[in-house]
C-alpha cells in the first residue's frame, strides 16, 4: 500500500504541460485538472513558505516541484556551470537572459551581486516558470524582471522601444539552430561595445557530446564565427554530477 502510494505521489508532481500535450481525450482532460488542483495548492503553500526559505532550490522542494531526467535542464545542476556563471556574472550591472524556465540561472545572477538586475524571458512553456517568478520577485524586489514571451518577438521590441543595453547576454533559449541563430542574431541590438556573450550549449571540443540539445547552438555560433559576427573569449565544458554541458563566452564585433 505504501509503494502505491508512493508511486502515485511520484506519477502526480511529474505532470506537466509537456505530458498533457502528448496526452489523448479524456486522459488529457483529467491530467489537466490535477495539474491545475495541484498547482492551486502549491500556490498556497508558495505564499506561506517563500519568506522561510533561502534559495529557488529549497522553495521549489517545499511546493513539490523537482527536476529529473526528461525535464528540461537547469544551470544548478551542475556546481561547475553555477561558479562559472557566478565568475563572468561579477560585476554586471544589467544582464539580460534568454530562456528562463525555473529561474535557476537567474538566481545565481541576482544573488552574485547586490546591484546586479536582471531581465529575464520565457516562451512559458513549463508551468513552474511562473513559480520561479514568484520566488525571485519576492526575494530581489525590482532587480528581477521577467518576460514571458517568444524572444524573437521581444528581443526586436525590446531593442526599438526601450534602447536598453546590457553588460551580459545570456542565451539558454530555445536550443533548434533557428532559434539559437536569431536569438544571437537580434540580441546585438541589445549590447555595447562591451558587453559578453554567452552562449549555452556550444560544442567546439569532445564532438562526441553532440546531440538534439546542442547541435543547433553550436552550428549557429559556429558560422557568427566564421563571418566575423562575433569573436570567441573562452569556451567551458562542465562535467560535475554526471551531465555534460558546455558553454562559449565571447563578444559582438
Ligand atoms: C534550458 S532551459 C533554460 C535554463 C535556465 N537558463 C536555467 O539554467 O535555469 C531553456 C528555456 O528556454 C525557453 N525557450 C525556448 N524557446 C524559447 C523562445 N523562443 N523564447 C524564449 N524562451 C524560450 C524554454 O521554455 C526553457 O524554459
Do not use: D, P
Given at each position: 500500500m505504501k509503494k502505491f502510494f508512493s508511486r502515485l505521489y511520484s506519477y502526480l508532481i511529474r505532470i506537466d504541460d509537456p505530458k498533457i500535450y502528448n496526452a489523448k481525450y479524456p486522459f488529457k482532460l483529467l491530467l489537466k485538472i490535477i495539474l491545475r488542483s495541484l498547482n492551486i495548492i502549491r500556490w498556497i503553500v508558495a505564499y506561506r513558505i517563500v519568506g522561510k526559505v533561502d534559495s529557488i532550490s529549497e522553495f521549489y522542494s517545499e511546493i513539490h516541484i523537482f527536476w529529473y531526467r526528461g525535464n528540461e535542464g537547469?544551470?544548478?545542476?551542475s556546481i561547475e556551470q553555477t561558479y562559472f556563471l557566478s565568475k563572468i556574472s561579477q560585476k554586471k550591472e544589467n544582464i539580460f537572459e534568454i530562456g528562463?524556465?525555473?529561474?535557476h540561472s537567474a538566481e545565481t545572477f541576482l544573488k552574485n551581486n547586490i546591484s546586479t538586475k536582471v531581465l529575464s524571458c520565457d516562451i512559458?512553456?513549463?508551468?513552474y516558470s511562473k513559480f520561479g517568478e514568484f520566488y525571485l520577485k519576492k526575494k530581489f524586489g525590482n532587480r528581477f524582471q521577467m518576460i514571458i514571451e517568444d524572444s524573437k518577438t521581444l528581443v526586436p521590441k525590446l531593442s526599438e522601444n526601450t534602447n536598453k543595453k546590457f553588460d551580459l547576454i545570456y542565451i539558454d533559449g530555445g536550443h533548434e539552430y533557428k532559434d539559437a541563430r536569431d536569438d544571437i542574431l537580434k540580441s546585438k541590438e541589445l549590447a555595447h561595445d562591451k558587453s559578453i556573450l554567452v552562449v549555452d550549449d556550444?560544442?567546439?571540443?569532445?564532438?562526441?557530446?553532440?546531440d538534439h540539445s546542442n547541435s543547433g547552438p553550436t552550428k549557429a555560433w559556429k558560422e557568427f564565427l566564421e563571418n566575423g559576427f562575433v569573436s570567441a573569449l573562452e569556451y567551458l565544458e562542465f562535467t560535475d554530477n554526471n551531465i555534460y554541458r558546455s558553454a562559449v563566452v565571447g563578444r559582438y564585433n
Open positions: 537547469h544551470t544548478q545542476q528562463f524556465n525555473g529561474g512559458g512553456w513549463h508551468y556550444v560544442v567546439e571540443r569532445n564532438m562526441q557530446h553532440l
